[in-house]
């Protein structure tokens, strides 16, 4: 598939067919999510693909608890929302990163903790390659013929999922990207215009 016809083409999915997406599938992906940039070249990522549905439903347990917590009441235990909507994908993908520190994080560190502070909040070189194979990933699902979700929304219970999930410090959860065959979909909602959000100085 052309790469810009990937980008226009793909949108978010929320609601799946319980058809398994073969290993072979999710092999490509990680390799599309591979060759994204990344700071300094340090490949801080790696992803854990969740196919079996006990662990999912344990995840959704998970969130919803904390959900209802915050809420102040109870979740439905077939009620799929926007913090849990990866259950009812066949897998979810947990984006998995290590944090990155580039020799200008360093140097401030160093000299400047005020700014190094505020550029680690700010900038985050290493959450931003992170973010740069998920986006490779999820477009490389949509050629492959699959939908993609990519949610922060689970991550309201981080530290309990990461408990679950083994995944243990300095690794963290940075996302959850639930994948299948999609269920037909609305309209991509409206973009805007290129001359819109682009100025040439």
């Known amino acids: 598939m052309d790469v810009f016809e990937a980008m226009k083409g793909r949108q978010s999915v929320r609601k799946f067919r319980k058809d398994p997406v073969p290993r072979e599938a999710f092999l490509k992906m990680v390799e599309a999510a591979s060759q994204a940039p990344s700071a300094g070249n340090a490949q801080n990522v790696r992803f854990l693909v969740v196919e079996d549905k006990e662990l999912l439903s344990r995840m959704k347990g998970i969130v919803d608890e904390i959900v ?68 490779q990933l999820i477009l490389a699902a949509y050629a492959l013929g699959f939908g993609t979700c990519w949610m922060t929304g689970p991550l309201i219970a981080k530290p309990e999922l990461e408990s679950a999930l083994s995944i243990r ?14 269920e037909p979909l609305p309209p991509k909602p409206p973009r805007k215009r290129p001359e819109e959000i682009t100025a040439f100085r």
Request: glycine letters at 4%.
């Open 68 to 135: 209802s917590r915050t809420a102040g009441k109870e979740i439905p235990k077939d009620k799929v929302n926007n913090f849990n909507l990866f259950w009812s994908a066949p897998a979810a993908v947990c984006a998995i990163g290590l944090p990155y520190e580039s020799n200008t994080d360093r140097i401030l560190r160093e000299k400047d903790h005020e700014r190094y502070k505020v550029r680690r909040f700010q900038v985050n070189a290493g959450l931003q390659s992170v973010s740069a194979a998920v986006m």
């Open 169 to 182: 410090y300095p690794e963290e959860l940075l996302a959850v990207i639930a994948v299948g065959k999609p």
